[in-house]
C-alpha cells in the first residue's frame, strides 16, 4: 500500500477508535476495551512466538500475577494507584526473569515447560486462597486514580487503555525495527547461523522472553482495572491459548494482527454466543479456516490480496 | 447537479434527525413504565456446567409461562445471556443485559466464582442482582453489596444441619470428609466439619480432590480403616466417579457413605439401583418432597420436560416466582430500584421447596432436607430414581445456631 494510504487508514482507525464510545453505547466501548487488552496480551505473546519462534504458553502467569498484585495492594492495603500499578507491572516481570529459564529448551520442550509454569501459577492462585482469595478472587477494585486525577467511568477508562495500548503499540514497533528486533528474527530463522555469527542467542531470546512478560504485565494491570476484580480463571491456561490464537487469527510477526485475532475471538465469543450456543464451534471453524487459507493470519491473507490485485492491475 | 446540491443541503437535516431519534432513544426510559419488564438472566449454557444451566433456563421460563409473562399488571421478556462458567465472560455478558438490553434486574449466575463478578455490574450500575445457585458464601457475609440479594442458598448453610445429622442422628463419631476442592465444596464440607466437630465428632480424615478428578481409587485407599462412615461432597462429573469407584472397589459391603451434597436428581439418570437407598444429599430441596406445591412444580416440569427437575431448576423457578411476587407487591415499578429490594427483603414466598423468607443478610431462611435415594412410580415418567426427604431441619438460617456477628467475626470457612 502506497505510505499516503497506509497513512490515511490509520487516521481513520485512529478517529474511529477515539470517537467510539461517542457513538455505541457503554457495553460496546466495554467489550473494545477487552479487546485492546487481550490485544496487548497477544501482541506479547507474539513478540516470542511472531519474532523468536517461540510458542509460549503461560503468558496467562504473568498477566495474573500483574493483576492480582495490582488488586491485593490496591484493595486489602489501600496502595495508591501510583504504586500499585507499577508494582503490578513490576512482580510479572520478575516472575518473567523467573520463568525465562524455558529459554534454555527450544520447540515442543518449550511449550511443555511453558504450560508447566502456567499450572504451577494458577494451582497458587487457587490454592492459596488465605492470600489471594481462592475462587472468589479479590473484589472491590477501583479505578485507577493518581493524585487528584482519577478516572470515573468506563469511558475515560476506554481513552486511557487505548492511550496506553498505542504508546505500547509504537514501543514495540521501536523495538522490533531494532537490531535486537532483527536479531530475534535471525534467530527463528537459523540458530546456528546466527550463534555462529557470534550472537548471544540464548541471551536474547532470555531478554525477549522478559520483555514480553513485561508487556503481559501490563495487560494484567489494565484488565484488573477494567474487569474491577480478578480471581484464579485469569491465571487458567485457556487464557494462554487464547492470546496465541489471537496472536496467530490476526497475523504474527504483524502488530495490528494480535489485536485483529482479539477483536474476533472476543466478538465472536460475546456476539455470537447471544443468539446461538454452539457459538464455540464457530471460533473452532474460524480458527481451522485460518489455519488452512490463512496461515500467516488474516493481515498475511490481506496482503496476498492485495498483491494479487495489483499483480491483476499490472497485467 | 441540483440533485447532489440537494443531497448536501439535506444532509444537516438528516444528521439533526438522526440525532433527534438518538435522543428519544436514550429518553425512552422515562415512558419505560408501561413497557415490558426485561429481566437478564445469566446461565452457563455451554461450558462445563451447561447441565444445571439447562435446568435453571428451564425451571425459570417454566414458572413465567404459568404466569403467562405478566408481573405487577406489565408483560415480562427475558434475555438469556450465556456466561459459560467463565468470570470474564459473566462481567461482559452482565455488562451486555444491563447497558444493550435495558433490563430492570439480573438473575444469576451459576457458577459460584461467577457470582462476585456479576456482583460487581451490579455494585457499578446500581442494578439489582436476584443471585440464583452461586453459593459462595461471602457474597450474603463478608462481601455483600447493596443491590445483591440471594434467592437460593449459601453454600455452608446446607454443610451446618449435615454435621449435625452426622453426629445426632448417624451417631458418627469418627468420619471421614470427602470434598471437592474449590470454594463452594470447602464451605460446605467445613461447615460441616464445624457443626459435627462442636457436638464432639471427630474427623478421621479429609480428603480433597480438585473438580474433575478421574480415578477415586486413590481416595477410597486413603480413608483410614477405623473410620465409621463416609461424608461426600462432590459435584460435576465427580458425582459418578465417585459412585462408580465406590461400588467397583466393593466398599459398600465395608462402609457406609453418605451423600451430603452428591446424588442429586441431574445426575441420578447416569446412575442405577445401586443408588437406591443411599443417603443423597442435604438440600434445601429434594424433588420428592410431598408438598402441594412441590406436586405441582415437578409434575408441570416432567410434562414439559420429561425429567424430574434438579435443584437448579427448582432454585430458578423460585427465583421467578419470588421476584414475580416482589413486583406485584408494587404494582409493577420495578424501575424503582429501592422498592423492587425492600420488596424483595420482605415478600414472603410458598415455593415448591417450602416457605422461604430473606433474612437480614439477604439469605433466604429456608427448610434443609436430608433424602435418600428411592424408586419411585411416576405417573408421567414411570419408573425413576429421586431423592426423598425423611428429615427435615426446619428453617435454617445462614448463620445456623449462632449469632451473625459470631459468624461473622470468625471468617470464611477456608481449607
Known amino acids: ?315 | 447537479m441540483l440533485a447532489t446540491r440537494d443531497g448536501i443541503r439535506g444532509l444537516p437535516r438528516a444528521l439533526a434527525a438522526l440525532l433527534v431519534a438518538l435522543g428519544v432513544g436514550t429518553a425512552s426510559p422515562a415512558h419505560a413504565q408501561s413497557g415490558p419488564i426485561k429481566i437478564g438472566l445469566l446461565p452457563p449454557v455451554t461450558g462445563p456446567l451447561a447441565t444445571p444451566g439447562r435446568d435453571m433456563v428451564d425451571g425459570f421460563k417454566l414458572f413465567w409461562e404459568q404466569a403467562g409473562y405478566k408481573a405487577g399488571g406489565r408483560t415480562v421478556e427475558i434475555v438469556v445471556a450465556d456466561t459459560t462458567c467463565n468470570p470474564d465472560q459473566a462481567l461482559t455478558q452482565a455488562r451486555r443485559v444491563v447497558h444493550q438490553e435495558k433490563v430492570q434486574f439480573m438473575v444469576g449466575p451459576l457458577c459460584g466464582h461467577e457470582g462476585p463478578a456479576v456482583a460487581q455490574v451490579s455494585k457499578e450500575t446500581g442494578v439489582p442482582l436476584v443471585m440464583d445457585a452461586a453459593g459462595a458464601d461471602v457474597i450474603t457475609k463478608w462481601d455483600r453489596t447493596p443491590t445483591v440479594v440471594r434467592t437460593a442458598v449459601s453454600a455452608s448453610q446446607i454443610g451446618h444441619p449435615w454435621g449435625d445429622y452426622l453426629y445426632r442422628e448417624l451417631g458418627l463419631r469418627n468420619v471421614t470428609f470427602i470434598g471437592q476442592d474449590y470454594t463452594w465444596g470447602h464451605e460446605v464440607t467445613l461447615g460441616a466439619v464445624r457443626t459435627y466437630t462442636e457436638l464432639g465428632g471427630k474427623v478421621a480424615k479429609i480428603i480433597w480432590n480438585p473438580i474433575g478428578t478421574r480415578d477415586y481409587g486413590p481416595t477410597i485407599a486413603a480413608i483410614p480403616k477405623d473410620t465409621d462412615g463416609v461424608s461426600a461432597v462432590v459435584v460435576g462429573v465427580d458425582r459418578v466417579r465417585l459412585f462408580e469407584a465406590w461400588f467397583n472397589f466393593g466398599m459398600d459391603k465395608k462402609l457406609k457413605i453418605f451423600g451430603g451434597y452428591w446424588l442429586h436428581q441431574d445426575v441420578l439418570p447416569q446412575m442405577d439401583d445401586r443408588a437406591i437407598g443411599l443417603i443423597g444429599n442435604s438440600l434445601h430441596y429434594a424433588a420428592g418432597l410431598e408438598t402441594p406445591e412441590n406436586r405441582a412444580f415437578t409434575d408441570a416440569f416432567a410434562r414439559k420436560h420429561k425429567r424430574l427437575p434438579s435443584w437448579f431448576a427448582e432454585s430458578a423457578y423460585t427465583a421467578a416466582l419470588w421476584t414475580k411476587t416482589a413486583i406485584d407487591s408494587i404494582n409493577g415499578t420495578v424501575e424503582d430500584r429501592a422498592a423492587f429490594l425492600r420488596a424483595m427483603r420482605t415478600v414472603r414466598v410458598n415455593a415448591p421447596r417450602g416457605p422461604v423468607r430473606m433474612d437480614e443478610y439477604d439469605n433466604p431462611i429456608q427448610n434443609v432436607y436430608i433424602s435418600r435415594i428411592q424408586k419411585i412410580k411416576h405417573p408421567l415418567l414411570g419408573d425413576v430414581l429421586t431423592n426423598v426427604p425423611f428429615k427435615t431441619y426446619e428453617a435454617v438460617s445462614q448463620f445456623w445456631k449462632w449469632t451473625p456477628a459470631e459468624f461473622l467475626k470468625r471468617g470464611p470457612y477456608k481449607r
Not at chain 1, 124 to 135: E, L, P, Q
Not at chain 1, 187 to 192: F, H, L, Q, R, V
Not at chain 1, 248 to 260: L, Q, S
Request: glycine share 12%.
Open chain 1, 1 to 315: 500500500m502506497p505510505r499516503a494510504g497506509r497513512i490515511a487508514l490509520a487516521l481513520t482507525a485512529l478517529t474511529a477508535a477515539v470517537l467510539l464510545p461517542q457513538v455505541a453505547g457503554p457495553f460496546w466501548t466495554g467489550l473494545v476495551t477487552q479487546m485492546y487488552i487481550f490485544g496487548l496480551l497477544a501482541l506479547s505473546v507474539d513478540l516470542l512466538l511472531g519474532h523468536a519462534g517461540l510458542f509460549s504458553l503461560c503468558h496467562a502467569s504473568f498477566f495474573a500475577m500483574a493483576a492480582y498484585t495490582t488488586a491485593i495492594l490496591q484493595v486489602r492495603y489501600a496502595v495508591p494507584t501510583a504504586l500499585a500499578a507499577p508494582a503490578g507491572v513490576l512482580a510479572g516481570t520478575l516472575l518473567a526473569l523467573v520463568l525465562g529459564l524455558a529459554v534454555r529448551t527450544r520447540g515442543v520442550y518449550f511449550i511443555l515447560i511453558t504450560i508447566a509454569f502456567g499450572y504451577v501459577v494458577w494451582g497458587v492462585a487457587h490454592r492459596w486462597s488465605s492470600f489471594t482469595g481462592g475462587d472468589n478472587g479479590v473484589t472491590n477494585v477501583p479505578f485507577p486514580a493518581v493524585g487528584a486525577w482519577r478516572v470515573e467511568s468506563h469511558t475515560e477508562y476506554y481513552y486511557l487503555v487505548l492511550a496506553v495500548v498505542l504508546l505500547c503499540a509504537l514501543g514495540y514497533r521501536i523495538l522490533v525495527a531494532s537490531p535486537f528486533g532483527l536479531a530475534l528474527r535471525g534467530i527463528k530463522a537459523s540458530e546456528t547461523r546466527m550463534r555462529s555469527l557470534g550472537f548471544a542467542c540464548g541471551l536474547h531470546l532470555y531478554a525477549a522472553f522478559v520483555v514480553s512478560g513485561a508487556l503481559a504485565s501490563l495487560a494484567g494491570v489494565l484488565y484488573v482495572y477494567y474487569n474491577r476484580f480478578v480471581n484464579p480463571v485469569a491465571a487458567s491456561f485457556p487464557v494462554s491459548v487464547e492470546a496465541a490464537l489471537m496472536a496467530i487469527i490476526g497475523g504474527t510477526g504483524t502488530i495490528v494482527g494480535p489485536f485483529i485475532g482479539s477483536w474476533i475471538m472476543l466478538g465472536l465469543r460475546n456476539w455470537v454466543s447471544s443468539f446461538f450456543a454452539l457459538y464455540a464451534s464457530v471460533m473452532g471453524l474460524v480458527f481451522i479456516a485460518v489455519v488452512l487459507w490463512a496461515p500467516d493470519g488474516l493481515v498475511g491473507l490481506a496482503g496476498r490480496l492485495r498483491a494479487r490485485a495489483q499483480k491483476a492491475g499490472a497485467g
